[in-house]
């Protein structure tokens, strides 16, 4: 059937992504594999149950998705936050995933840190996601926290706020006790940078 673009903001451009079937259907999260794009679902999609709303995403750097900034590595866990990030912005709770090759690893991840939101894992071509068992608890913890910490801080994105010398050279040693004033001030003067407002 006809598929629709749909695209998401992300602190670097956008991810794209195509979808198929009714909007309100059962919610399947599609990821391709390494150098693809969401193009690989098209023969596929067709041939799978109506009634479910298919969202094939293109991870960042791969088909119409912005590539990341030059000199930023592309790694695993980086993937699974592009796959939070798609979670949030389609408000879906819980949903799908299928995977296909790479993405397949990607969706094991992504299922091994929240599965609360994973209802089903379907796996094309792929093993999933596969950890030492003594290395499962801390790695969990860790890598949950980042992900987490750092969609956050995207949300609560703001203007920096403005202070003046006196409060901002305050600030600083406050949150750093080992720091003399005269210190601090040396790092003020190329870790700061005076506005009108501060």
């Known amino acids: 059937g006809m598929s629709s673009e749909l695209k998401f903001p992300v602190p670097w451009g956008h991810v794209a992504a195509k979808a198929w079937g009714p909007s309100e259907g059962h919610p399947v999260l599609c990821l391709h594999g390494w150098l693809d794009n969401a193009n690989t679902f098209d023969k596929l999609i067709p041939l799978l149950p109506r009634g479910c709303y298919y969202v094939a995403m293109d991870f960042s750097g791969h088909g119409l998705s912005s590539h990341r900034p030059a000199g930023c590595p592309y790694h695993f866990l980086d993937y699974v936050t592009d796959v939070r990030r798609v979670a949030a912005a389609l408000q879906w709770r819980r949903f799908t995933l299928m995977g296909h090759s790479m993405g397949g690893a990607v969706a094991g991840m992504f299922c091994f840190l929240y599965p609360e939101m994973v209802d089903k894992l379907i796996l094309l071509e792929s093993l999933g996601f596969l950890l030492a068992p003594e290395d499962t608890e801390a790695w969990l913890k860790s890598k949950r926290r980042v992900i987490d910490r750092l969609l956050s801080l995207e949300a609560k994105q703001q203007t920096p706020k403005a202070r003046s010398p006196e409060a901002a050279l305050q600030r600083l040693l406050e949150a750093n006790s080992h720091l003399t004033a ?17």
């Open 182 to 198: 005269e210190g601090g001030a040396i790092l003020l003067q190329r870790g700061a940078t005076e506005t009108p407002a501060g």
